[in-house]
């Protein structure tokens, strides 16, 4: 790991100190911890917003009208084209 040097306002370090203290951990790790959550936040909102765009510009369109009524059938023909029976 490498040691950087954070400045925080003495409510900050109140929080952090009161985190530390309440899980048994040190203020370092309550901030790795901060940093992961939000980077996780972070993945999540790009795979939200890919899947928003796709979404938008109609990648999953396949183009016929009836899929509600014959999803099997497209399913089955899916699977076979798959395995190469068709």
Do not use: K, P, W
């Not at 925080?8 to 309440?22: C, G, I, K, N, P």
């Not at 959550?37 to 972070?42: A, L, T």
């Not at 369109?61 to 190469?84: P, T």
């Amino acid at each position: 790991m490498r040691r950087v040097q954070l400045q925080f306002t003495d409510e900050q370090v109140q929080y952090l100190e009161s985190r530390a203290a309440h899980s048994g951990r040190s203020i370092a790790a309550v901030v790795r911890e901060f940093v992961e959550q939000q980077r996780g936040s972070d993945e999540r909102g790009r795979r939200i917003d890919r899947a928003l765009t796709a979404i938008r510009e109609g990648d999953f369109r396949s183009g016929l009208h009836d899929v509600a009524e014959n999803h099997d059938e497209y399913l089955v023909q899916a699977i076979e084209e798959r395995i190469g029976r068709r």
